[in-house]
């Protein structure tokens, strides 16, 4: 294989000859005129990546009228969970994740939601902040109230809490822990378990 030859190197220094060129001064308080190089297009480049990514977690979604609640069969509030989740499905079906989760997801956010004796929600609670993309809770917050009213709480309940992790992915689709469909394995982890299961059992 052949090596390319490469040009003659610039100088360093400029001729005698030719006419030396300044770069006007610019204000340190003024903004540049102009992203330049590698930085330029590095910086238009996260930009890009960043601002659709906050996109599908805007708040202002369209409004139309809640689904109705259906009755409860559930007594205890750990049997109401399935109920609230469902509900929440019902009003948000395009929001849903079709089936496994890929294996990264974009945020794991927990909630408690206390719903009041006509079904509307009295309170929200983070009880699990998401390490990085905390712009979903906001948005978690909108959509748990754009489902109101919610089943009644179980008989001989003023009120009732609900537990939920939610389970969301980057394209701004969730699943709820307690209807989840699980997720996809990591190719690495897949790996993993591949290589373990070739291996020889150890005797003791």
């Not at 089936?99 to 945020?107: K, Q």
């Not at 009295?122 to 809770?137: C, G, K, M």
Request: one cysteine or more; hydrophobic letters at 40%.
């Amino acid at each position: 294989m052949h090596a390319r030859a490469h040009p003659a190197a610039a100088r360093l220094t400029p001729s005698a000859s030719a006419p030396c060129r300044r770069r006007p001064l610019e204000s340190p308080s003024a903004p540049p005129s102009r992203l330049r190089g590698k930085k330029g297009w590095l910086a238009g480049l996260l930009i890009g990546i960043a601002l659709p990514a906050l996109a599908q977690f805007d708040t202002a979604l369209p409004a139309r009228a809640p689904r109705p609640a259906l009755a409860t069969m559930a007594t205890t509030e750990a049997a109401y969970r399935i109920d609230g989740a469902r509900h929440l499905y019902l009003n948000h079906p395009e929001r849903i994740h079709d089936g496994l989760l890929p294996p990264f997801l974009h945020a794991i956010a927990g909630v408690r939601t206390t719903i009041d004796a006509h079904g509307r929600v009295s309170r929200i609670e983070i009880t699990r902040e998401p390490a990085v993309a905390r712009e979903v809770l906001p948005w978690i917050e909108h959509l748990i109230r754009a489902a109101e009213p919610y089943p009644r709480p179980p008989a001989g309940l003023d009120t009732v809490r609900w537990d939920e992790i939610w389970l969301i992915d980057r394209s701004g689709r969730f699943q709820l822990h307690t209807l989840s469909e699980g997720q996809q394995q990591a190719p690495d982890s897949a790996d993993d378990e591949a290589d373990e299961a070739d291996s020889p059992p150890t005797g003791r």
